[in-house]
């Protein structure tokens, strides 16, 4: 069954504004990671994130998790149109690290 | 150089045809996977392979059957091919624990 499942579906912004897409879980993990899949292409890692962190930085992301409401957060600052991709959150739950469960992803277009 | 590759990018076949999708991967990982992204982006697991041994088979017809003959191998192959069978199959690798490293995908369409 899906793990993770993201919100919202869909996201539009404009270039320069800050996209904040959430993910939700239902089962304790060991991590949490975060991919930019782009249009007719393989996904990608951008962060991960650690049951026992709370918040994670890369560049212009920002990464939060609430272990005790099961949920995380990515933002994107400054978006630019080169952030158009969907974004799927990932749970490694227990010791099946190598199971990694997907959500169905949020889309996000950032516009000119 | 492409970390994983797979091929072929797209394969159009009929119902009932057998049909196989190659990966390699020169990452040094010993962990590789099947993943299967149906035409609304659900991307979910199929099969994972750590140094050459079975360790996640997650309840796919036996229709499909993986084969890794070495680690920096894994093969998919996929026999009597149903429609539901269309979708797009990524390989994947990783260390144990790390972050998975994506092929882009193959694009499977059975008619």
């Known amino acids: 069954s899906q793990q993770g499942e993201e919100d919202p579906q869909a996201l539009s912004i404009q270039e320069g504004e800050n996209a904040t897409m959430n993910c939700s879980y239902k089962?304790?993990?060991?991590?949490l990671q975060w991919y930019r899949q782009n249009s007719g292409r393989g996904l990608v890692h951008l962060i991960l994130i650690r049951s026992n962190e709370r918040e994670k930085h890369s560049g212009r992301l920002r990464v939060t998790l609430d272990t005790s409401k099961k949920s995380s957060s990515l933002l994107i600052t400054a978006s630019r149109a080169a952030d158009t991709a969907s974004y799927f959150c990932a749970t490694a739950a227990g010791d099946s690290w190598g199971k990694l469960q997907f959500g169905a992803g949020t889309q996000v277009v950032v516009t000119p | 150089d492409t970390a994983v590759s797979q091929t072929p990018k797209y394969l159009v076949t009929q119902m009932g045809n057998d049909k196989s999708i190659k990966c390699e991967q020169n990452?040094?990982?010993?962990?590789m996977y099947w993943y299967k992204q149906d035409s609304k982006k659900f991307l979910k697991i199929m099969f994972s392979?750590?140094?050459?041994?079975?360790?996640i088979n997650e309840t796919v017809p036996n229709r499909f059957s993986p084969k890794s003959p070495d680690k920096a191998h894994l093969n998919l192959h996929i026999n009597s091919l149903e429609l539901g069978d269309s979708a797009v199959y990524f390989c994947?690798?990783?260390?144990?624990?790390?972050?998975?490293?994506f092929g882009e995908g193959s694009r499977l369409t059975v008619l």
């Open positions: 990452l040094g990982h010993d962990t």
């Open positions: 392979y750590n140094n050459k041994e079975l360790i």
């Open positions: 089962t304790s993990i060991n991590n």
């Open positions: 994947a690798s990783s260390r144990p624990g790390g972050e998975l490293f």
